[in-house]
């Protein structure tokens, strides 16, 4: 009896508890993470990936807040109130950055020209997004001749030279922002459809994939309800290393006379006009705008780098 003393048995329940023994309390069920969170947990130890993050946010500040941050208009030519020695002035505490030849702050335009560049980077990405996501997506789900030939067609684009092939379709139309953007995007869409291409066909394969046939869904419910969402991380960190590229070719673009037009404050369009005073000391023309472009697609690529190792599932511990 003595040995029956410490048990409680409930009726219809085959556990039994000893007692005087407390329940070992457990704190409730595991908290599950989500990629997202262990992406930023690994992003944040990742100190080349953060330094990117800075440089990049604080280019999105400057173009948001460009009219509070730049002392001067950037199409102001202050000959006029400053006097004509003000053209080409080195720089100084007035002027950080110097002055052009027309009497123009350098500063401010570097700090408007933030804007033409971030604004095509991301209107270009949002082109290449939906033309690479939509026939990467319609290639590796149903393959065959489809496959075949939207491949063929990555690989015919893939032929061209980059900048060639964006020069080919700008050069035939007259010199606008909404065209550099298509031209840009067109042009770089295959690589996000390759991307998005092969992980569709690793997944469409899966169980959940083969359960959503199996109850009778659409083919284009399937890809972009149940699919797409499972080939985001790789196309985010394809978009952000992109950008770096775009920067660098809307630059090209406009430093050849394909791009923005003037007076509109564009690095690339100031590095062409200064380009002709490098020899003769009025070094400050060129090499701030040029550094601009550097800080921001360093900032892109450190930032996508870090992104790619934030996210790779294959990292989890």
Excluded at 273 to 290: A, E, H, M, N
Aim: charged share 15%; proline share 5%; hydrophobic share 50%.
């Amino acid at each position: 009896m003595c040995l029956l003393e410490g048990i409680k048995v409930s009726k219809g329940e085959a556990a039994f508890e000893p007692a005087g023994i407390g329940r070992i309390e457990t704190g409730g069920e595991p908290k599950s993470r989500s990629l997202w969170l262990d992406g930023w947990r690994r992003l944040k130890k990742n100190r080349l990936a953060m330094l990117g993050l800075v440089l990049v946010l604080f280019m999105i500040f400057l173009a948001i807040f460009a009219p509070f941050v730049a002392p001067y208009d950037p199409i102001e030519q202050l000959i006029w109130t400053e006097g004509k020695s003000v053209r080409l002035a080195p720089p100084s505490a007035k002027h950080w950055f110097g002055t052009d030849l027309y009497g123009r702050d350098i500063l401010s335009r570097t700090i408007y020209g933030t804007r033409i560049s971030l604004t095509i980077a991301v209107a270009a990405s949002v082109v290449s997004l939906v033309i690479g996501v939509t026939l990467g997506a319609v290639a590796g789900y149903y393959g065959g001749r489809v496959d075949g030939s939207i491949s063929w067609l990555i690989n015919v684009i893939y032929a061209f030279p980059f900048l060639l092939f964006v020069l080919s379709i700008v050069a035939f139309r007259p010199a606008s922002l909404g065209l550099v953007y298509v031209a840009i995007g067109f042009v770089s869409w295959p690589s996000i459809a390759r991307v998005v291409r092969g992980q569709v066909l690793s997944i469409k394969e899966t169980e959940f994939v083969e359960a959503a046939r199996a109850v009778g869904a659409e083919d284009f419910k399937v890809i972009f309800r149940h699919i797409l969402p499972n080939v985001i991380a790789p196309v985010i960190v394809q978009i952000t290393l992109g950008m770096g590229s775009m920067i660098m070719i809307e630059a090209s673009l406009t430093f050849l006379g394909f791009g923005t037009q003037p007076p509109t404050p564009s690095w690339g369009y100031m590095i062409n006009q200064g380009k002709d005073y490098l020899l003769s000391g009025q070094w400050w023309w060129s090499v701030f705008p040029g550094a601009a472009i550097s800080l921001t697609v360093l900032g892109f690529n450190l930032l996508g780098d870090g992104l790619r190792d934030a996210l790779d599932p294959r990292l989890n511990k």
